[in-house]
């Protein structure tokens, strides 16, 4: 074969910090983002392509690698994760590893972060407190990605300064099974092909118990723009818990650069692979896993603000590709850490932390049946919060101008009280 019938391609992936996917059986040249999670993981000796022990074999050509982390041993609460028999490895380190604990002026901060685990699927990610109930996160620390069965809500804990303090809450309705309406989510079903959906990647979680109580980050919605801007001036920085770092202590990384285009790729080639680009930041802080959900932060006068949440590690392979089987494996290059910015999810964030929940199935029921008779949900009245329960009221939040949150909401029910009586007493006249 000679040299004109062998073709080099790009291949774009998605690389979250719970490391689900790496390379393709064959590629083409690929940019990935990959989680900042870890999974246990083998090689599949069909395609070889490295793939998750739960997942079978899959192989996709752009994918999306989570960087949540899920640890070989997690034990019950009280004792939390525990690090691995073999050496973690960083996920993402640009040239040395400037990761160190948290300096004494940033100390007071771990008051303010926390893990959040699931014992029962092994996943661990950072978290951090944004009300006294009220934590922010990556949403496929919670859901998983496209195609994945998602885990149960229930089955959640968050540790407040897990160091030292480990300040324990579940999530808000765990006991009745109600926890699927006390999380906002940007994706429960995040994308890991193009165009990648990383900037949907946010969450926001009520607990049950507010031990959020020795202070809270503010969010800052920053343009990304501005966020550059910030990162030149030394303002940038990144908290976070490790699995490879100082036994989980929370490490400070920074300042970081924030950048649209790298040496190693243009902006036009990473914004063609990911949706809402506008809203997406590149940054290259150094991660290790479990960094999936840690703030982003900015320093102000006020102190330290969120302007984004780190969820993967933009990748890229480039493989040579012959007309017949795949002769050369692909070789992956880090381009930069991916967070989206605060822009994308703070309309939404706000509805959630102001709204009233129904905690009651009857309420849910009530809240069903009215969205039913609007012609908005078309699911069971079982009193249970769920997707096609989120797109109703979604789809009444629209008709009625308002912005679309999906939240089951005491105002949105009385919104819809208002209308289905104005609705029965127009009828009743004719």
């Keep these: 074969m000679n040299e004109t019938s062998k073709a080099a391609h790009r291949r774009s992936a998605f690389a979250l910090t719970k490391t689900f996917y790496v390379t393709a059986p064959y590629s083409r040249l690929a940019t990935s983002l990959k989680l900042c999670n870890e999974t246990t993981m083998a090689r599949d000796k069909r395609s070889d392509a490295l793939i998750p022990l739960e997942q079978g074999a899959r192989a996709a050509a752009v994918v999306l690698a989570l960087l949540a982390m899920a640890s070989p041993a997690l034990a019950q609460p009280g004792s939390g994760p525990q690090s691995p028999p073999s050496a973690p490895v960083p996920v993402a380190v640009f040239g040395a590893d400037n990761r160190t604990t948290l300096p004494p002026a940033l100390r007071p901060m771990r008051d303010r972060l926390g893990i959040l685990f699931n014992i029962r699927q092994r996943t661990v990610c950072t ?69 990648i959906d990383a900037t949907k990647d946010w969450a926001f979680i009520r607990l049950a118990t507010a031990v959020c109580n020795k202070g809270i980050f503010e969010i800052e919605p920053l343009p990304v723009d501005q966020i550059i801007q910030q990162s030149k001036a030394g303002k940038i920085y990144q908290l976070s818990y ?112 102001e709204a009233r929940l129904l905690a009651s199935a009857e309420q849910l029921r009530e809240l069903q049946q009215r969205l039913q008779q609007l012609g908005h949900y078309t699911g069971s009245i079982d009193g249970t919060y769920g997707p096609t329960l989120k797109t109703a009221i979604m789809a009444f939040e629209s008709a009625a101008a308002l912005p679309r949150t999906g939240i089951a909401s005491e105002d949105i029910l009385m919104r819809l009280r208002r209308q289905t009586a104005s609705r029965q007493s127009q009828g009743k006249s004719r």
């Design 127 to 195: 978290a951090f407190c944004v009300g006294p109930d009220t934590i922010g996160t990556a949403a496929h620390c919670l859901f998983k990605t496209k195609g994945e069965k998602p885990p149960r809500l229930m089955d959640f804990w968050f540790a407040r300064n897990y160091d030292s303090v480990r300040d324990y809450a579940r999530i808000a309705g765990f006991a009745t099974g109600g926890s699927a309406q006390s999380v906002i989510a940007g994706s429960t079903a995040l994308s890991t092909t193009p165009p």
């Design 242 to 353: 490790h699995k490879d770092f100082k036994q989980w202590q929370p490490a400070y990384s920074g300042p970081c650069p924030v950048d649209r285009a790298f040496a190693k790729t243009s902006w036009a080639t990473i914004a063609a692979d990911f949706d809402d680009s506008a809203n997406l930041v590149l940054h290259t802080c150094d991660t290790g896993g479990a960094s999936s959900g840690s703030p982003l932060l900015v320093d102000t006068p006020a102190g330290p603000k969120v302007v984004g949440i780190n969820v993967g590690t933009y990748v890229q392979s480039r493989a040579i590709v012959h007309e017949g089987p795949p002769a050369d494996k692909a070789t992956a290059d880090v381009v930069a850490n991916t967070a989206v910015a605060a822009t994308a999810f703070q309309q939404q964030y706000t509805a959630f932390r």
